[in-house]
Protein backbone atom coordinates (compact mmCIF):
# COMPACT_ATOMS: atom_id res chain seq x y z
CA UNK A 1 0.00 0.00 0.00
CA UNK A 2 1.17 3.41 -0.89
CA UNK A 3 2.46 5.89 1.67
CA UNK A 4 -0.57 8.29 0.81
CA UNK A 5 -3.09 5.69 1.08
CA UNK A 6 -1.40 4.82 4.70
CA UNK A 7 -1.67 8.30 5.97
CA UNK A 8 -5.46 8.60 4.67
CA UNK A 9 -6.28 5.45 6.24
CA UNK A 10 -7.25 7.08 9.85
CA UNK A 11 -9.59 9.43 8.27
CA UNK A 12 -11.20 6.93 6.36
CA UNK A 13 -11.64 4.35 9.30
CA UNK A 14 -12.89 7.37 11.66
CA UNK A 15 -15.48 7.91 9.06
CA UNK A 16 -16.34 4.72 9.11
CA UNK A 17 -16.60 4.08 12.94
CA UNK A 18 -18.39 7.32 13.26
CA UNK A 19 -21.25 5.85 10.76
CA UNK A 20 -21.31 2.95 12.82
CA UNK A 21 -21.76 4.93 16.26
CA UNK A 22 -24.33 6.96 14.70
CA UNK A 23 -26.53 3.36 13.13
CA UNK A 24 -26.18 1.93 16.57
CA UNK A 25 -27.14 5.05 18.09
CA UNK A 26 -30.45 5.02 15.72
CA UNK A 27 -30.62 1.33 16.80
CA UNK A 28 -30.96 1.69 20.45
CA UNK A 29 -32.84 4.44 20.59
CA UNK A 30 -35.45 3.39 17.72
CA UNK A 31 -34.77 0.08 15.46
CA UNK A 32 -32.33 -1.36 13.46
CA UNK A 33 -34.86 -1.31 10.26
CA UNK A 34 -35.26 2.63 11.44
CA UNK A 35 -31.60 3.13 11.40
CA UNK A 36 -31.44 1.64 7.93
CA UNK A 37 -33.91 3.61 6.72
CA UNK A 38 -32.71 6.73 8.19
CA UNK A 39 -29.34 5.80 6.21
CA UNK A 40 -31.02 5.21 3.18
CA UNK A 41 -33.23 8.52 3.52
CA UNK A 42 -29.98 10.32 3.90
CA UNK A 43 -27.88 8.93 0.93
CA UNK A 44 -31.15 9.98 -0.95
CA UNK A 45 -31.49 13.64 -0.08
CA UNK A 46 -27.58 13.68 -0.88
CA UNK A 47 -26.76 11.52 -4.05
CA UNK A 48 -30.72 11.55 -5.77
CA UNK A 49 -33.32 9.02 -5.38
CA UNK A 50 -31.38 6.95 -8.20
CA UNK A 51 -34.24 3.60 -7.85
CA UNK A 52 -37.11 6.15 -8.50
CA UNK A 53 -35.05 7.77 -11.18
CA UNK A 54 -34.48 4.26 -13.10
CA UNK A 55 -37.86 3.92 -13.10
CA UNK A 56 -39.30 7.18 -14.22
CA UNK A 57 -36.20 8.92 -15.91
CA UNK A 58 -37.14 11.94 -14.26
CA UNK A 59 -34.01 14.17 -13.42
CA UNK A 60 -35.42 16.08 -11.20
CA UNK A 61 -34.80 13.31 -8.84
CA UNK A 62 -31.31 13.21 -8.90
CA UNK A 63 -30.67 17.32 -9.36
CA UNK A 64 -32.19 18.63 -6.52
CA UNK A 65 -30.37 16.60 -4.33
CA UNK A 66 -27.04 17.17 -6.04
CA UNK A 67 -27.13 20.32 -6.31
CA UNK A 68 -28.05 20.95 -2.60
CA UNK A 69 -25.18 18.00 -1.72
CA UNK A 70 -22.51 20.38 -4.19
CA UNK A 71 -23.66 23.96 -2.60
CA UNK A 72 -22.91 22.75 0.91
CA UNK A 73 -19.74 21.20 -0.27
CA UNK A 74 -18.56 24.24 -2.04
CA UNK A 75 -18.69 26.11 1.08
CA UNK A 76 -17.01 23.10 3.38
CA UNK A 77 -14.26 22.96 0.51
CA UNK A 78 -13.51 26.61 0.84
CA UNK A 79 -13.45 26.97 4.61
CA UNK A 80 -11.74 23.18 4.64
CA UNK A 81 -9.03 24.66 3.05
CA UNK A 82 -8.18 27.95 4.92
CA UNK A 83 -7.76 25.97 7.83
CA UNK A 84 -5.48 23.97 5.28
CA UNK A 85 -3.98 26.21 4.09
CA UNK A 86 -2.85 27.93 7.59
CA UNK A 87 -1.75 24.52 8.88
CA UNK A 88 0.94 23.56 6.05
CA UNK A 89 2.26 27.44 7.71
CA UNK A 90 2.22 25.77 10.90
CA UNK A 91 -0.70 27.91 12.10
CA UNK A 92 -4.01 27.11 13.39
CA UNK A 93 -6.38 29.27 11.90
CA UNK A 94 -9.52 29.15 14.03
CA UNK A 95 -11.17 32.11 12.35
CA UNK A 96 -12.48 31.00 9.23
CA UNK A 97 -15.83 31.59 10.63
CA UNK A 98 -15.09 35.63 10.91
CA UNK A 99 -13.33 35.81 7.42
CA UNK A 100 -16.22 33.98 5.77
CA UNK A 101 -18.50 36.57 7.31
CA UNK A 102 -16.79 40.10 6.40
CA UNK A 103 -16.06 38.40 3.10
CA UNK A 104 -19.67 37.36 2.53
CA UNK A 105 -20.66 41.18 3.50
CA UNK A 106 -18.17 42.78 1.05
CA UNK A 107 -19.48 40.06 -1.84
CA UNK A 108 -22.99 41.68 -0.74
CA UNK A 109 -22.11 45.29 -0.83
CA UNK A 110 -20.17 44.43 -4.36
CA UNK A 111 -23.11 42.54 -5.76
CA UNK A 112 -25.64 45.13 -4.33
CA UNK A 113 -24.45 48.70 -4.97
CA UNK A 114 -22.35 47.61 -8.47
CA UNK A 115 -23.64 47.78 -11.51
CA UNK A 116 -21.69 46.34 -13.91
CA UNK A 117 -21.78 42.92 -16.71
CA UNK A 118 -22.16 39.85 -15.47
CA UNK A 119 -18.68 39.21 -16.61
CA UNK A 120 -16.99 41.42 -14.39
CA UNK A 121 -19.57 41.51 -11.28
CA UNK A 122 -19.14 38.78 -10.15
CA UNK A 123 -15.59 38.16 -10.44
CA UNK A 124 -15.06 41.65 -8.62
CA UNK A 125 -17.54 40.36 -5.88
CA UNK A 126 -15.37 37.44 -5.65
CA UNK A 127 -12.56 39.67 -5.11
CA UNK A 128 -14.05 41.68 -2.74
CA UNK A 129 -14.93 38.61 -0.49
CA UNK A 130 -11.44 37.14 -1.16
CA UNK A 131 -9.40 40.67 -0.11
CA UNK A 132 -11.79 41.46 3.33
CA UNK A 133 -11.46 37.90 4.23
CA UNK A 134 -7.54 38.06 3.51
CA UNK A 135 -7.48 41.33 5.40
CA UNK A 136 -9.23 40.10 8.51
CA UNK A 137 -7.29 37.04 8.52
CA UNK A 138 -3.82 38.99 8.51
CA UNK A 139 -4.54 41.02 11.50
CA UNK A 140 -4.14 37.44 13.11
CA UNK A 141 -1.17 37.08 11.52
CA UNK A 142 0.14 40.58 12.25
CA UNK A 143 -0.28 40.28 16.22
CA UNK A 144 1.12 36.22 15.91
CA UNK A 145 4.62 37.25 14.35
CA UNK A 146 5.26 41.26 15.70
CA UNK A 147 3.23 40.65 19.01
CA UNK A 148 3.39 37.09 19.52
CA UNK A 149 0.13 36.65 19.95
CA UNK A 150 -1.23 32.51 20.01
CA UNK A 151 -3.29 32.85 16.75
CA UNK A 152 -5.61 30.44 17.90
CA UNK A 153 -6.30 32.95 20.44
CA UNK A 154 -6.70 36.27 18.10
CA UNK A 155 -8.41 34.07 15.41
CA UNK A 156 -11.25 32.88 18.15
CA UNK A 157 -11.79 36.62 19.24
CA UNK A 158 -12.11 37.44 15.89
CA UNK A 159 -15.07 35.76 14.83
CA UNK A 160 -16.97 37.31 17.72
CA UNK A 161 -15.70 40.79 16.90
CA UNK A 162 -16.64 40.30 12.95
CA UNK A 163 -20.08 38.62 13.89
CA UNK A 164 -20.63 41.78 16.03
CA UNK A 165 -19.21 44.10 13.54
CA UNK A 166 -21.36 42.86 10.70
CA UNK A 167 -24.49 40.85 11.83
CA UNK A 168 -25.17 43.38 15.36
CA UNK A 169 -24.45 46.50 13.77
CA UNK A 170 -23.98 47.11 9.99
CA UNK A 171 -26.61 44.67 8.72
CA UNK A 172 -28.98 45.96 11.07
CA UNK A 173 -27.75 49.50 11.00
CA UNK A 174 -26.12 51.26 7.67
CA UNK A 175 -25.75 48.40 5.53
CA UNK A 176 -29.78 47.29 6.35
CA UNK A 177 -31.95 46.99 3.25
CA UNK A 178 -34.58 49.19 3.06
CA UNK A 179 -38.23 48.04 3.50
CA UNK A 180 -40.73 47.89 0.72
CA UNK A 181 -44.29 48.47 1.21
CA UNK A 182 -44.05 48.91 4.75
CA UNK A 183 -42.32 45.36 5.20
CA UNK A 184 -39.35 44.93 6.86
CA UNK A 185 -36.72 43.05 5.19
CA UNK A 186 -34.23 41.17 7.37
CA UNK A 187 -30.46 41.49 6.06
CA UNK A 188 -28.90 43.59 3.21
CA UNK A 189 -30.19 45.13 -0.09
CA UNK A 190 -30.45 42.58 -2.48
CA UNK A 191 -27.85 41.83 -5.25
CA UNK A 192 -28.05 42.62 -8.78
CA UNK A 193 -28.99 40.09 -11.11
CA UNK A 194 -25.81 40.13 -12.82
CA UNK A 195 -24.06 39.00 -9.54
CA UNK A 196 -25.89 35.96 -8.42
CA UNK A 197 -23.67 32.69 -10.04
CA UNK A 198 -25.22 30.88 -12.87
CA UNK A 199 -27.15 27.43 -12.32
CA UNK A 200 -25.82 24.95 -14.33
CA UNK A 201 -29.11 22.58 -14.78
CA UNK A 202 -31.53 25.61 -14.13
CA UNK A 203 -34.51 25.82 -12.41
CA UNK A 204 -34.69 22.45 -11.63
CA UNK A 205 -31.76 22.49 -9.12
CA UNK A 206 -29.42 24.83 -7.07
CA UNK A 207 -26.36 23.35 -8.24
CA UNK A 208 -24.48 26.79 -9.51
CA UNK A 209 -21.04 27.94 -10.35
CA UNK A 210 -19.69 28.07 -6.61
CA UNK A 211 -19.39 24.38 -6.64
CA UNK A 212 -16.80 24.31 -9.78
CA UNK A 213 -15.03 27.31 -8.76
CA UNK A 214 -14.66 25.49 -5.66
CA UNK A 215 -12.94 22.59 -6.77
CA UNK A 216 -10.80 25.51 -9.15
CA UNK A 217 -9.55 26.63 -6.15
CA UNK A 218 -8.78 23.65 -4.21
CA UNK A 219 -6.76 22.71 -7.54
CA UNK A 220 -5.08 25.59 -7.71
CA UNK A 221 -4.44 25.47 -3.95
CA UNK A 222 -2.72 21.79 -4.24
CA UNK A 223 -0.44 23.07 -7.27
CA UNK A 224 0.99 26.08 -5.26
CA UNK A 225 2.03 23.70 -2.45
CA UNK A 226 3.65 20.92 -4.22
CA UNK A 227 4.69 22.21 -7.52
CA UNK A 228 5.98 25.75 -6.98
CA UNK A 229 9.17 27.24 -4.93
CA UNK A 230 7.06 29.48 -2.76
CA UNK A 231 4.34 26.32 -2.06
CA UNK A 232 7.69 24.18 -0.44
CA UNK A 233 9.09 27.45 1.48
CA UNK A 234 5.79 27.82 2.97
CA UNK A 235 5.41 23.55 4.30
CA UNK A 236 8.90 23.73 4.99
CA UNK A 237 8.56 26.72 7.77
CA UNK A 238 5.35 24.97 8.71
CA UNK A 239 7.50 21.71 9.27
CA UNK A 240 10.36 23.07 10.50
CA UNK A 241 10.85 27.05 11.23
CA UNK A 242 14.66 26.85 12.56
CA UNK A 243 15.60 24.67 9.72
CA UNK A 244 13.80 27.03 6.94
CA UNK A 245 15.24 29.79 8.66
CA UNK A 246 19.22 28.12 7.96
CA UNK A 247 18.43 27.45 5.13
CA UNK A 248 17.46 31.74 4.04
CA UNK A 249 13.72 30.97 3.87
CA UNK A 250 11.91 34.24 5.17
CA UNK A 251 9.67 32.06 7.89
CA UNK A 252 7.77 35.01 8.59
CA UNK A 253 6.57 36.21 4.99
CA UNK A 254 5.41 32.95 4.13
CA UNK A 255 3.31 32.74 7.61
CA UNK A 256 1.53 35.50 6.50
CA UNK A 257 1.13 34.80 3.11
CA UNK A 258 -0.77 31.63 4.02
CA UNK A 259 -2.67 33.50 6.79
CA UNK A 260 -3.87 35.53 4.10
CA UNK A 261 -4.56 33.00 0.93
CA UNK A 262 -6.31 30.94 4.46
CA UNK A 263 -8.48 34.09 4.92
CA UNK A 264 -8.98 34.91 1.36
CA UNK A 265 -10.15 31.19 1.19
CA UNK A 266 -13.07 31.67 3.78
CA UNK A 267 -13.63 34.92 2.11
CA UNK A 268 -14.86 33.04 -0.89
CA UNK A 269 -17.22 30.59 0.93
CA UNK A 270 -19.12 33.60 2.35
CA UNK A 271 -19.46 34.98 -1.22
CA UNK A 272 -20.40 31.60 -2.75
CA UNK A 273 -22.92 31.67 -0.17
CA UNK A 274 -24.26 35.47 -0.91
CA UNK A 275 -23.55 35.41 -4.53
CA UNK A 276 -25.07 31.43 -4.63
CA UNK A 277 -28.47 30.71 -2.79
CA UNK A 278 -29.13 33.81 -0.46
CA UNK A 279 -28.30 36.75 -2.73
CA UNK A 280 -28.20 38.86 -0.07
CA UNK A 281 -26.01 39.15 3.48
CA UNK A 282 -29.09 37.30 5.71
CA UNK A 283 -30.13 38.66 9.29
CA UNK A 284 -27.65 35.78 10.56
CA UNK A 285 -25.21 34.14 8.37
CA UNK A 286 -26.75 30.70 9.54
CA UNK A 287 -24.99 27.19 9.62
CA UNK A 288 -21.18 28.04 10.86
CA UNK A 289 -19.32 26.59 7.83
CA UNK A 290 -16.05 28.28 8.79
CA UNK A 291 -15.97 26.32 12.18
CA UNK A 292 -17.05 22.84 10.28
CA UNK A 293 -14.19 23.69 8.01
CA UNK A 294 -11.63 22.83 11.01
CA UNK A 295 -13.54 19.19 11.04
CA UNK A 296 -13.10 19.28 7.44
CA UNK A 297 -9.23 19.42 6.96
CA UNK A 298 -8.65 17.44 9.33
CA UNK A 299 -10.60 14.84 8.49
CA UNK A 300 -8.62 15.36 4.86
CA UNK A 301 -5.32 15.24 6.25
CA UNK A 302 -4.36 18.97 5.62
CA UNK A 303 -3.85 18.04 2.28
CA UNK A 304 -6.30 20.12 -1.24
CA UNK A 305 -7.65 16.58 -2.21
CA UNK A 306 -8.22 15.27 0.76
CA UNK A 307 -10.21 18.57 1.47
CA UNK A 308 -12.27 18.17 -1.37
CA UNK A 309 -13.20 14.83 -0.94
CA UNK A 310 -14.21 14.89 2.84
CA UNK A 311 -16.25 17.40 2.19
CA UNK A 312 -18.02 16.26 -0.97
CA UNK A 313 -18.67 13.48 1.40
CA UNK A 314 -20.00 15.01 4.47
CA UNK A 315 -22.03 17.93 1.92
CA UNK A 316 -24.05 14.89 0.50
CA UNK A 317 -24.91 13.87 3.91
CA UNK A 318 -25.65 17.26 5.33
CA UNK A 319 -27.89 17.67 2.35
CA UNK A 320 -30.08 14.12 2.97
CA UNK A 321 -30.13 15.06 6.71
CA UNK A 322 -33.33 16.55 6.31
CA UNK A 323 -34.99 13.56 5.10
CA UNK A 324 -33.83 11.78 7.83
CA UNK A 325 -37.00 13.55 10.05
CA UNK A 326 -39.36 11.59 7.57
CA UNK A 327 -38.78 8.89 10.05
CA UNK A 328 -38.78 10.74 12.70
CA UNK A 329 -34.73 11.36 13.19
CA UNK A 330 -33.55 14.13 14.12
CA UNK A 331 -31.70 15.94 10.81
CA UNK A 332 -28.21 17.46 12.82
CA UNK A 333 -27.27 12.82 12.49
CA UNK A 334 -24.70 14.29 9.56
CA UNK A 335 -23.17 16.70 11.86
CA UNK A 336 -22.94 14.51 14.79
CA UNK A 337 -21.20 11.87 11.96
CA UNK A 338 -18.85 14.71 11.25
CA UNK A 339 -18.23 15.49 15.07
CA UNK A 340 -17.53 12.17 15.92
CA UNK A 341 -15.27 10.95 13.11
CA UNK A 342 -13.29 14.47 13.78
CA UNK A 343 -12.97 13.04 17.51
CA UNK A 344 -11.97 9.25 16.52
CA UNK A 345 -9.58 11.62 13.80
CA UNK A 346 -7.54 12.75 17.16
CA UNK A 347 -7.20 9.27 18.14
CA UNK A 348 -4.62 9.16 14.94
CA UNK A 349 -1.77 7.77 16.66
CA UNK A 350 -3.83 4.86 18.12
CA UNK A 351 -4.88 4.07 14.79
CA UNK A 352 -1.46 4.48 13.63
CA UNK A 353 0.07 1.83 15.71
CA UNK A 354 -2.63 -0.76 15.19
CA UNK A 355 -2.12 -0.21 11.63
CA UNK A 356 1.76 -0.46 12.28
CA UNK A 357 1.30 -3.66 14.44
CA UNK A 358 -1.16 -5.10 11.27
CA UNK A 359 2.21 -4.63 8.90
CA UNK A 360 4.86 -5.99 11.39
CA UNK A 361 5.88 -9.67 10.23
CA UNK A 362 6.29 -12.25 13.33
CA UNK A 363 9.01 -12.75 14.56
CA UNK A 364 10.73 -15.86 13.36
CA UNK A 365 10.54 -19.15 15.50
CA UNK A 366 14.24 -19.34 17.33
CA UNK A 367 16.43 -22.34 16.49
CA UNK A 368 17.56 -24.55 19.44
CA UNK A 369 21.08 -24.96 19.51
CA UNK A 370 22.25 -28.71 19.59
Not at 117 to 140: D, N
Not at 183 to 207: C, K, N, W, Y
Amino acid sequence: MGEKWRSALPSILSVALALVVCWVAITITRDARTAGEAYLQMLYGGLGQWPRFLESGDGVLLARPLGEAAGKAALLILTGLSVAVAFKAGLFNIGAQGQMVVGALAAAVVGAQLSAPAALHIPLAFLAAAVAGGAWALLAAALKLWRGVHEVISTIMLNWVAVSLVDNWLVVGPLRAVAAGGQSVAGTTQIHATAELPRLLGDISRLNLGFPVALGVALLIWVWLTRTRRGFETRASGLGPDAARAAGISVKQRAAEAMALAGAMAGLAGAVLVLGTEFRYPGVLGAPYGFDGIAISLIGNNHPLGVIVTAVFFGALRAGGTRMQLLGVHKSFPELIQGLALLFVAGRLVWLTLLRKRRTPPASAEVPRA
